[in-house]
């Protein structure tokens, strides 16, 4: 699939998020290439606010574009965890990460960042900031029992080209609360060497 046509999709998906007035923030391996080294991937991770009481008119506004189960939404909804849409022609998919009630999770939204993707497209796209997707990714690697070289790799990725703007109290500050702060020395470590 072209940049473009993941751009395309994209927008259209956000353009509902949008004129729902739902807010959002892509993240995952997508934000890691923005802020860091480019990675190929095959979806979209985005986190958005809960949106129960505008759930019918997403699922219909999304339905026409998109495989949605309307059942796994509106469970996602209730746990706050996270549920997917498929688009129907090229079958990119987007994971959808209902915001959590945790004070990381609820600051992540209002640090996102206005951003364009491509200078080929005019859209800008809401995009976690890079200190948090360095703690996502931290957290996400730790849930894999630091298994997964892809996030090591995003992370050190995001650290190396980032070094100079990021805000080191802030990643040490929430490193600490989420119990990963040893990780993120080692990280900060490794990419600077």
């Known amino acids: 699939m072209s940049e473009f046509l993941d751009l395309e999709i994209l927008k259209n998906f956000t353009d509902i998020l949008e004129s729902l007035g739902i807010i959002y923030a892509i993240g995952g391996s997508v934000a890691s290439s923005i802020y860091g080294k480019v990675r190929f991937t095959q979806d979209t991770d985005m986190t958005v606010e809960p949106f129960e009481n505008k759930a019918d008119e997403f699922f219909r506004l999304v339905r026409s574009d998109f495989y949605i189960s309307s059942d ?9 965890s996270s549920f997917n849409v498929v688009h129907l022609e090229s079958a990119f998919k987007i994971d959808i990460f209902i915001q959590k009630d945790t004070k990381f999770e609820k600051q992540l939204l209002p640090r996102r960042k206005l951003m364009k993707l491509s200078d080929r497209f005019e859209k ?36 190396e080209v980032q070094k100079d703007e990021l805000d080191l109290g802030y990643l040490r500050k929430w490193s600490g609360v989420l119990g990963i702060e040893r990780l993120l020395a080692k990280a900060i470590c490794e990419a600077a060497s």
């Open 72 to 80: 796994a939404m509106r469970q996602a909804l209730k746990l706050k």
């Open 124 to 159: 800008s796209f809401s995009i976690v900031s890079a200190e948090d997707i360095i703690l996502l990714k931290l957290r996400w690697y730790r849930q894999t029992d630091c298994s997964s070289e892809k996030q090591w790799e995003d992370i050190l990725s995001v650290l």
